[in-house]
């Protein structure tokens, strides 16, 4: 595990039929711990992780098994001051740009699931995993409080509501669109709630016409479900199969429809490029995929769905996750609240009013 100071890495990917079938470093250990992961976790994550330990190990400039909880502390504030491209502050300070808390506990996720690979399966004993699980409180306060359980998480990330779209900034952005195919995709989003992979990963055999509803086979996790699909969105759908869709031998339904790669399933860049230049066109900057997906919940839950039902939508594996949609909707709260609050506190004062008689 020894490395050349100078030397820079770079994480290479082996494509066969367009699919990522191994990843790899130049680091013997690392890349056997890339190939450990490769069935033992979902496709994007595999390919994150391998991104995330690219980056780590271009910033430890000594043998990785002398890395220090020190030198893990140290990556962390290297990834709070590294600048990114939305510009973004951290959340929790006004240092300046730096990436999110949540991507940097990515990145110490994967930094200490590698440790934990090596100390388990390559006999180093002795080895403590380097990257520290939370800080221990030394106050007495604290201690005395919470006893020797208390702790303090190396990266804190705050639980922030999503920011569902205005109408404002939805029909300028929507009449931008200039095919059939791309209104369908935003509309999947929109109007389905679908994350533009499940979107980009939708086959031919998954929309029932007669039921209008979509198949979501390759959902968050590997879950799969079963969400309702408007009018609106099932006309735009058949447009694009009736009118745009080019013949191939795949069987996604959105498909590259111009130059050399016509006929092949359209990628994740390719529909971010679509988005990015259509956000400039319409001059709507606050237009993104999961943000459509958050106003389609938001605005259901407003027009009175369920929770329960909503969570099936969404494709949430706990309702927890699904009560954030709760918050987004302040007036029917507010409602509700007013409707139990005056038959509570009307009965209180009544009590009151007796007790004193």
């Known amino acids: 595990m020894r490395r050349s100071p100078r ?8 494509l066969v039929d ?5 990843l790899s470093l130049g680091v013997a250990e690392v890349d056997a711990y890339l190939k450990f992961l490769q069935y033992r976790c979902r496709p994007n994550t595999w390919i994150s992780y391998g991104y ?3 980056i780590f190990l271009n910033f430890i400039r000594k043998p990785l098994l002398e890395v220090t909880s020190a030198d893990i502390l140290a990556f962390i504030d290297s990834q709070q001051s590294v600048p990114n491209r939305q510009g973004r502050t951290n959340g929790l300070s006004s240092k300046g740009p730096g990436l ?12 200490a699931s590698f440790y934990e690979y090596l100390r388990i399966f390559h006999d180093l004993p002795g080895k403590n995993n380097p990257v520290p699980r939370s800080l221990a409180k030394r106050n007495a306060f604290w201690a005395n409080r919470y ?4 702790s303090l998480a190396l990266i804190r990330v705050p639980q922030t509501l999503p920011r569902p779209l205005d109408p404002e900034e939805i029909s300028p952005f929507v009449n931008s669109l200039l095919t059939h195919r791309d209104k369908a995709m935003v509309m999947l989003m929109l109007l389905a709630g679908l994350r533009k992979s499940e979107v980009l990963k939708l086959g031919l055999k998954d929309i029932d016409f007669g039921q209008r509803t979509l198949m979501v086979r390759e959902g968050k996790g590997g879950h799969q479900r079963v969400v309702a699909i408007s009018d609106t969105g099932l006309q735009e759908l058949i447009s694009y199969l009736n009118a745009e869709r080019p013949a ?8 590259v429809m111009k130059g050399k790669h016509r006929g092949q399933p359209l990628t994740v860049g390719a529909l971010d490029t679509i988005i990015e230049y259509h956000r400039r066109k319409a001059n709507t900057p606050g237009i993104q995929c999961h943000r459509m997906r958050h106003t389609c919940f938001t605005r259901l839950r407003q027009g009175g769905m369920s929770l329960e039902a909503l969570q099936a939508q969404a494709g949430h594996s706990s309702i927890n996750t699904t009560r954030i949609y709760l918050h987004l909707c302040p007036r029917e709260l507010q409602e509700e609240y007013l409707q139990m609050s005056d038959g509570l506190f009307s009965s209180l004062a009544t009590s009151g009013r007796s007790a004193n008689d």
């Open 18 to 22: 367009g699919k990522v079938t191994r």
């Open 7 to 14: 030397m820079t890495y770079k994480l290479h990917r082996e």
């Open 100 to 111: 999110s808390n949540r991507t940097i506990n990515r990145r110490l996720a994967a930094v």
């Open 52 to 54: 995330d330990l690219q």
């Open 248 to 255: 191939s031998r795949s069987d996604k339904v959105f498909l």
């Open 147 to 150: 006893g020797n359980t208390a």
